[in-house]
């Protein structure tokens, strides 16, 4: 079964406007980390933003912010005021209880176009 | 403060050559990792050195052995490289094992014909 999953292949969104990348999860541990990452056209990996299990607030990092529904077992990434440099593919990734390491899940990304 | 490197940034291989990919980090970090990114594919652990001295294996290890030479530098080798290893690399690094994030290096594309 999946553990990360990303429903959303492709999005477009207009410049300035905000968008939402969906990411849900399935894990059995009580302590866990949710991460997204972006990689845009030329090949690195960018960390954007962590939440940890107990956090009780959602995460941000100046435009971005992380809706964790964790009832629900969703992590959302929220950019705000997109740019066209946010023309990426975006990766929410889980790293799961102490006992499972440090080795993060990925799931298959969504690719996120900004339109001028 | 480069962070963690990769060399080469690009190779091509022939089926059954030998290679090693090079990854170093300048952060101080305890843990390092190896991933592989196939096509239209989230990244998947191939190995990782949770401290200096230590190596286990991760999702997909056949094909693969690596080398913790010391705290800064965690090397991926290819003995017998195979097509189904064309991909892009990843090497990452974090502080600690179990809680940190993890910060990657640019990438290695790797093509086995």
């Known amino acids: 079964a999946q553990k990360i999953t990303q429903t959303q292949p492709g999005m477009f969104v207009q410049e300035k406007e905000a968008v939402t990348l969906d990411c849900t999860y399935d894990t059995s541990d009580q302590s866990y980390g949710l991460f997204w990452y972006k990689q845009p056209s030329s090949g690195e990996m960018i960390f954007l933003i962590y939440q940890g299990s107990y956090d009780e607030q959602n995460a941000t990092e100046g435009r971005y912010s992380l809706n964790f529904q964790k009832a629900r077992k969703s992590a959302n990434l929220v950019i705000s005021a997109s740019q066209l440099g946010d023309s990426a593919m975006y990766f929410c990734a889980m790293r799961e209880g102490a006992n499972q390491g440090g080795k993060l899940i990925f799931g298959q990304g969504t690719e996120l176009s900004v339109k001028p | 403060n480069a962070g963690v490197t990769q060399t080469p940034k690009f190779q091509v291989l022939k089926t059954g050559q030998s290679m090693t990919l090079q990854c170093a980090q300048d952060m101080n970090h305890n843990s390092m990792y190896w991933y592989r990114q196939d096509p239209g594919m989230g990244l998947r652990l191939i190995y990782y050195?949770?401290?200096?001295?230590?190596?286990d294996k991760g999702e997909v290890p056949n094909g693969y052995n690596v080398s913790r030479l010391n705290k800064r530098e965690f090397s991926l080798r290819l003995e017998s490289a195979a097509p189904s290893q064309t991909s892009v690399y990843f090497c990452?690094?974090?502080?600690?094992?179990?809680?940190?994030?993890?910060?990657f290096g640019p990438g290695t594309r790797l093509t086995v014909l």
């Open positions: 990452a690094s974090s502080v600690r094992f179990s809680t940190d994030t993890q910060y």
């Open positions: 050195s949770a401290s200096e001295g230590t190596t």
